[in-house]
């Protein structure tokens, strides 16, 4: 009797809850999920964040990028050994100033005396065979001898010739001089920056640099721009670079844009010539330049860029009072507090300048 009313009992509550379920599950139910990338943020939440219309700033158009001082194209020479040999005697030291033509390091190189022999054979060579084609010329207007005869006399004065201009170019890389002495002279006027050459040493040719000269007053900056700043970059765009070792700003502008990125650093170099040069800078010094764009460019506070999964940047655009969308975009590196927007954005979109991490706890912000 107890177990057929506890099983009645049961079958009336299932059937009273089962009546409610409908009716519960209504009231509890959520709203229906935002797409990716949207956010709907909460009335109380407003006050956190601030909307700025994006617009161009000709004024913050820049970007930063480490630099380094460097020789022009041309400025500095590393002289090596022509030929095998020994250095006889050294004739200047590092920091000496040389001008064009200075003797440097004096060589005895064996070779160099079967290069000058070679050339005075050439020459002479090239004597005898003038005057055989002469004589055959003369014989020939006279009727004495044949036209092969003068034929075959002109093509060795023309085999002659070719060997004396060998020869000559052979020794070109000997230098002036007599017997095996070979003697390394300035190419330019400058500064002796190193030497390696020492009396006694044994030489060979193309081996290690014996001394290298260069001219301090060739110099230029070279700034390493990375591969998605370089359409910012101009010819032409002024420039600011400031050194640690240089009391003023220095002020110029961009020479020339590298063509190639390297592979590793994913940089290109940009030249920067300076419009005076500044007597204490130094080949190898480093510093930092500022390059201003000769656009107006779109440009942020740094803080209105969120990093997503440590590389992504993205920023928040406003679709209507509560609801913002998440957009990635392109941006330079961060100059003064600001970054350029390379790609992503079109002027006058309502962008959360501030605040924006409270619509993406996942984020990290750029700076």
Same mark, same amino acid.
């Given at each position: 009797?107890?177990?057929?009313?506890?099983?009645?009992l049961?079958?009336?509550?299932a059937? #009273?809850s089962?009546?409610?379920t409908?009716?519960?599950?209504?009231?509890r139910?959520?709203?229906?999920p935002?797409?990716?990338?949207?956010?709907q943020?909460?009335?109380a939440?407003?006050?956190?964040i601030t909307?700025?219309?994006v617009?161009?700033?000709?004024?913050?158009?820049?970007l930063?990028?480490?630099?380094?001082?460097?020789?022009?194209?041309?400025?500095l020479?590393?002289? =090596?050994?022509?030929?095998a040999?020994?250095?006889?005697? /050294?004739?200047v030291?590092t920091?000496?100033?040389v001008?064009?033509?200075?003797a440097?390091?004096?060589?005895? #190189?064996?070779e160099?005396?079967?290069?000058?022999?070679?050339?005075?054979t050439a020459?002479?060579?090239?004597?005898?065979?003038?005057?055989?084609f002469e004589r055959e010329?003369?014989?020939?207007?006279?009727g004495?001898?044949?036209?092969?005869?003068r034929l075959s006399?002109?093509?060795?004065?023309?085999?002659?010739?070719a060997?004396?201009?060998r020869?000559?170019? !052979?020794?070109?890389?000997?230098?002036?001089?007599s017997?095996?002495?070979?003697?390394?002279?300035a190419?330019?006027?400058?500064?002796v920056?190193?030497r390696?050459?020492?009396?006694g040493?044994?030489?060979?040719?193309?081996? %290690? =640099?014996?001394?290298?000269?260069? &001219?301090?007053s060739?110099?230029w900056?070279?700034?390493d /721009?990375f591969e998605? %700043?370089l359409?910012?970059?101009?010819e032409?765009?002024?420039?600011?670079v400031?050194?640690?070792?240089v009391?003023?700003?220095l002020?110029?502008? =961009?020479?020339?844009?590298?063509a190639?990125?390297a !592979?590793?650093?994913?940089?290109a170099?940009?030249?920067i010539?300076?419009?005076?040069?500044?007597?204490s800078?130094r080949?190898?010094?480093f510093?930092?330049?500022r390059? %201003?764009?000769?656009?107006? !460019?779109?440009?942020l506070?740094v803080?209105?860029?969120?990093l997503?999964?440590?590389?992504d940047? =993205?920023?928040y655009?406003?679709?209507?009072?509560?609801?913002f969308?998440?957009?990635?975009?392109? /941006?330079?590196?961060?100059?003064?507090g600001?970054v350029?927007?390379?790609?992503?954005?079109?002027p006058? &979109?309502?962008v959360v300048t501030?605040?924006?991490?409270?619509?993406?706890?996942?984020?990290d912000?750029l700076?």
């Amino acid at each position: 009797m107890n177990r057929t009313l506890l099983l009645g009992l049961w079958a009336f509550s299932a059937a #009273c809850s089962g009546a409610g379920t409908p009716s519960a599950s209504a009231e509890r139910a959520a709203p229906a999920p935002l797409k990716e990338g949207v956010v709907q943020l909460a009335e109380a939440s407003r006050a956190f964040i601030t909307v700025t219309p994006v617009k161009a700033d000709a004024s913050s158009a820049a970007l930063q990028a480490p630099a380094r001082v460097a020789f022009r194209d041309g400025a500095l020479s590393r002289l =090596v050994a022509p030929l095998a040999g020994r250095v006889v005697s /050294v004739h200047v030291r590092t920091g000496d100033t040389v001008k064009p033509g200075d003797a440097l390091v004096t060589l005895d #190189c064996p070779e160099a005396a079967a290069s000058r022999t070679a050339v005075a054979t050439a020459t002479a060579a090239l004597r005898e065979a003038q005057s055989a084609f002469e004589r055959e010329a003369r014989m020939f207007e006279q009727g004495v001898t044949t036209e092969r005869e003068r034929l075959s006399a002109e093509t060795r004065l023309a085999e002659a010739r070719a060997e004396l201009a060998r020869a000559q170019a !052979s020794v070109g890389f000997v230098g002036t001089g007599s017997g095996t002495t070979v003697v390394l002279r300035a190419p330019m006027a400058g500064t002796v920056l190193g030497r390696s050459a020492a009396e006694g040493i044994a030489v060979q040719p193309g081996g %290690d =640099v014996l001394v290298e000269v260069g &001219d301090p007053s060739a110099l230029w900056v070279m700034a390493d /721009v990375f591969e998605r %700043d370089l359409p910012l970059v101009r010819e032409g765009a002024r420039v600011r670079v400031t050194m640690p070792s240089v009391h003023a700003p220095l002020e110029g502008k =961009v020479d020339s844009v590298g063509a190639v990125v390297a !592979s590793g650093s994913r940089t290109a170099p940009v030249r920067i010539t300076l419009d005076t040069q500044e007597q204490s800078l130094r080949p190898g010094m480093f510093g930092r330049v500022r390059i %201003d764009s000769p656009d107006a !460019s779109l440009t942020l506070p740094v803080e209105a860029v969120l990093l997503r999964n440590g590389k992504d940047s =993205v920023v928040y655009v406003q679709q209507d009072a509560g609801t913002f969308e998440r957009r990635p975009v392109v /941006v330079a590196q961060p100059v003064e507090g600001r970054v350029q927007v390379i790609a992503g954005l079109s002027p006058g &979109d309502p962008v959360v300048t501030r605040g924006a991490l409270l619509l993406d706890g996942a984020a990290d912000q750029l700076l």
